[in-house]
């Protein structure tokens, strides 16, 4: 960018990435919503920031559970369409991670990985013809009232 003061040329850089703040897209347990995901890619290639890309599963606490017993892998088409928005991301320059977060509270882990990561933008956005309209509610609440960060809801 190229910017003129009093006569002078001055050349500001914006900065990319590394001292910015990434956009994180989150889900529970299915797929993303198109505009969810959408709107993230766009947010983090306009901001010339990473994406985080998170998936988080509930799982019950029992002995199995710490040993991986009990996880079931999603469904082939499920994980193409979580996967769909990291390859959009990838493919217009943005580093992109993936996360699958296993817990018996899904939305407090989701609060604690905003509070550790710093994301500057939480896109929650899971498939609302996928979930219990309870459970993204309740979820939509917490996540309002509790991450440190701008929140974007899917309508």
Sequence with gaps: MLTRRRGAEVVVHTPTGAR????????LEVPFDEEASTFAVDAAVEAGQGLILVNLVEVMPHPGTMLGYGDVDPSPEDAAALRAPAELAHSLGVQVERLRVRSPHPVDALIQLVGERGPGLLVFGPDRSRIRKRLYAKAAKAVRERATCLVWLAP
């Design 20 to 27: 910015g703040r990434p956009v994180m897209l989150a889900t």
